[in-house]
């Protein structure tokens, strides 16, 4: 019997969810609200969803076409047809979603983000806030999505690469060897149990890439309007040693925390596939990341709107709380609201956000255990 899961979400990681779980041998319900639905209305018309076998002259894997079992803008109906719910939506959207989600969830359902990006202490705080505190469900946080994926054309996306393994923690940490086995299922990649779900936001590999590198070169992104390879463009040797220090910054947390995380270098060589010897080279060398050309045009893309905000601002909370110097991390910040004429160190993902406020970091450690 086919495995049933719900995908809420229709953006590039969305459909590809929904097409690689149907592609998988899994029923998929995929949802879209009502007003945002076109990507579901572009379904409907073509039967489902293709994936293209090439893309920018390179071939590319996964390629084929796939009916998806239901295509529903009714939440209700999507919370109803399976006890797995995947959200994979930017940060920003988590919490308003999960507040209409909440009268139609039922005990024993888990809630995967992707990317978690302590999302799941968020919804925590909102489940007791709004009245559910005795509602039974099970969180669980990726530090991305598994895919390098593009729509490209209605209900046609195109899977540029998918990362060797996922790392994930659930909140609580005691439940993410249970929720694995039930997630693994439908999952086309294996699934890896981090310690938990703070050790999954600060291993979040857009951390090191995507706001600094977005941010120092933001001259070229805006003239240029993104049409070049950002990867590649955007790492030079100099804007790779910046990123190296940021770096340093993120593993002095981690310690801080007691947390031992993964070097990006390693981590990247590893859901990668590759063999570098620095960041610099896999921005440069990476076939996966090679593939995109196509860049952030302006301060408003969510390299840094979601990267920085729900990203760098629990990293420089981190650094408060425990009396660790961020100055990269907290420089970018700076720089980033002057670009968007906002205050990330407030709209951002804090502490208070995250249910975490006026704890210890052995407080913190043994709520999410």
Known sequence: MSTRVSVI?????????????????????LYGASGFDQALSDIESHGGITALSSYNGVD?????????????RNLAETIAFSKLLILPVPSFAQEPLFIEMLPYL?????IMLMPGNYGSLVLNRL???????????TFVDAISIPWATRIVAPAQIAILG??????????PAHKTQQAMAQLQSIMPLPLKPLANVISVGLENINFGGHPLLTTLSMGLLENFNGKFNYYKDCCSTSTAKAASVMEKERIQ??????LSLVPELDAMNALYAMQCENVYEVNRTSETHGKLNSAPDSASNRYITE??????????????LTKTATPIVTSCLHIDNAYNSTNY???GRTLKKMGLANMSVTEIMQFIA
């Open 106 to 110: 039922k005990d024993g359902q888990i």
């Open 127 to 137: 489940k007791i806030e709004h009245g559910y505190q005795h509602l039974d469900i």
């Open 9 to 29: 979400g229709t953006g590039n990681a969305g459909l590809t969810a929904a097409y690689h779980f149907s592609l998988e041998g899994a029923q998929v319900c």
């Open 345 to 347: 160190f407030v709209t």
């Open 60 to 72: 590319l894997t996964y390629s084929g076409f796939q009916s998806i079992h239901t295509v529903t």
């Open 253 to 258: 947390i981690g310690q801080a925390l007691g």
């Open 162 to 171: 998918m990362k060797e393994f996922l790392p994930v923690a659930a909140f």
């Open 307 to 320: 990267d920085a905000a729900y990203l760098l601002v629990p990293c420089h909370e981190f650094g408060l």
